[in-house]
């Protein structure tokens, strides 16, 4: 797959908005590329975590939210479902699936009922190791401030607004990627 060409094809002109979407995903997927390196055990596919995570926001333009030079129709809480409707269309449907689930920290029926989201009322939590490490590492990085890194503190905060359930997928993750205790007592078992 030539995730630059997908890309130039949605965002051909050199613009702010193009500037935030390869910043931002840049990031995320060199945080992602680094877990997986340092995490052989868990047999995840760099490859595909490049590709994915380079992609995960590549609805945003559907999406409105001049705050991130957006102005498409689309609610931003949408951007993900956005994103995997264009992937799809493009044939990748396994970078799809990175793009509808990773909001918050996955999102369940029942947020999306509860908080009456314009969202399919089903699950869209990552289910496998890269689906859940692009979504770890993507709470790490804001499209509003594209540059700036959050701490493990700040990107918790950032979470605990949208409810418990995330908020502990997240720590599950952090314990899982970078807390080396934990995969040490794991490879003991």
């Not at 030539?2 to 995320?28: C, F, G, M, Q, W």
């Not at 990107?155 to 993750?173: D, I, N, V």
Request: proline share 5%.
């Amino acid at each position: 797959m030539d995730y630059k060409a997908i890309i130039d094809k949605y965002y051909p002109e050199d613009n702010k908005l193009r500037d935030i979407l390869i910043t931002h995903s840049t990031l995320v997927m060199k945080r992602a590329v680094s877990i997986c390196d340092a995490h052989p055990e868990l047999a995840m596919d760099r490859q595909f975590i490049i590709e994915a995570a380079m992609l995960h926001d590549i609805g945003i333009c559907r999406c409105n939210a001049p705050g991130i030079e957006c102005y498409g129709s689309e609610p931003y809480i949408c951007h993900g479902r956005c994103g995997a409707e264009m992937l799809r269309a493009e044939g990748f449907p396994r970078h799809a699936r990175v793009c509808e689930r990773h909001t918050g920290a996955g999102l369940t029926k029942e947020e999306i009922v509860s908080q009456d989201l314009p969202l399919p009322h089903q699950d869209f939590l990552p289910e496998t190791m890269e689906e859940k490490v692009i979504c770890y590492a993507d709470k790490f990085y804001s499209k509003t401030h594209p540059r700036r890194e959050k701490t493990y503190e700040q990107a918790e905060h950032s979470l605990a607004k949208f409810g418990k359930e995330g908020l502990e997928r997240f720590r599950q993750w952090h314990d899982m990627f970078e807390n080396s205790e934990t995969l040490k007592t794991k490879d003991n078992e």
